[in-house]
């Protein structure tokens, strides 16, 4: 079994559902079902695809034409949290098909912002611990959520309701929003204040106005 985030692409040679196929005799649902089985059995996911509807044909004439879904990308969950922004395009140039019959099958990709470590991190289980800390870092007098109950009475009474607490969430995300918030954003991260803005732009117009004789500047406001 593969133990890192993997891919496969190509022609797999059949089809995963009768809607995949257009003329020619009906395929047997069986071979189908053995195909999307397997892929199962290893975890692997089908990734779609843009238009065109097929990826093969028999370049024969409309009445004998055959059209079928055979070239795929599939991949493991890991993958998908590696690259969770992508497309699987079908190049179309049916008129000057390649003797093979085969559309080519492009993958594009954009890499998460998070570590593969990050995200598994996320996903691993809050302790009990982990929401006692949390709860008793908060001020005994502010609401913790729409009940309008104060973080006073979670912590008098954290025997009781202890695993309803959810300000672990909180201290988990904190770890990591540096890797998905941007540089650019200052307000809501630690070490980073809101004023930075208005810091920075006072010192963009100090510059402007100190200008050398003669020398064009301009600013623009990028909202």
């Known amino acids: 079994m593969v133990s890192y985030p993997s891919l496969v692409g190509g022609d797999f040679n059949e ?14 649902e069986l071979l ?18 843009s238009s065109p509807r097929f990826t093969w044909s028999n370049r024969r004439d409309v009445d004998l034409l055959v059209q079928e879904r055979l070239d795929k990308c599939v ?23 390649p003797s093979s019959g085969h559309l080519e099958v492009v993958l594009g990709t954009m890499e998460a912002r998070l570590p ?21 870092q908060m001020d005994s007098f502010k609401a913790s959520g729409v009940d309008w109950y104060l973080a006073n009475f979670y912590q008098r ?22 890797y998905v918030i941007d540089e650019s954003q200052s307000a809501f991260i ?3 204040q809101i004023t930075d803005n208005a810091m920075v732009s006072s ?14 500047r301009v600013s623009c406001l990028l909202n």
């Not at 089809?15 to 047997?28: D, F, N, R, V, W």
């Not at 991949?75 to 098909?97: G, I, R, T, Y």
């Not at 010192?203 to 064009?216: F, I, N, Q, S, V």
């Open 190 to 192: 630690p070490g980073r």
């Open 116 to 136: 593969l470590n990050m995200w598994e991190f996320l996903d691993s289980p809050f302790s009990m611990e982990d929401m006692w800390v949390a709860l008793f």
């Open 75 to 97: 991949s493991f969950a890991d993958w998908q949290q590696l690259f969770p922004v992508f497309s699987v395009e079908h190049m179309e140039f049916w008129n000057s098909l």
């Open 15 to 28: 089809i995963l559902y009768m809607s995949e196929k257009t003329g020619g005799a009906p395929k047997q």
């Open 32 to 49: 189908i079902e053995n195909v999307r089985n397997v892929l199962e059995d290893y975890g692997l996911r089908d990734l779609g695809y």
């Open 203 to 216: 010192e963009c117009m100090h510059a402007l106005r100190g200008k050398l004789m003669g020398e064009k």
């Open 157 to 178: 009474f954290w025997s009781v309701v202890g695993e309803d607490v959810s300000k672990a969430l909180a201290n988990q995300l904190r770890t990591i929003l540096g």
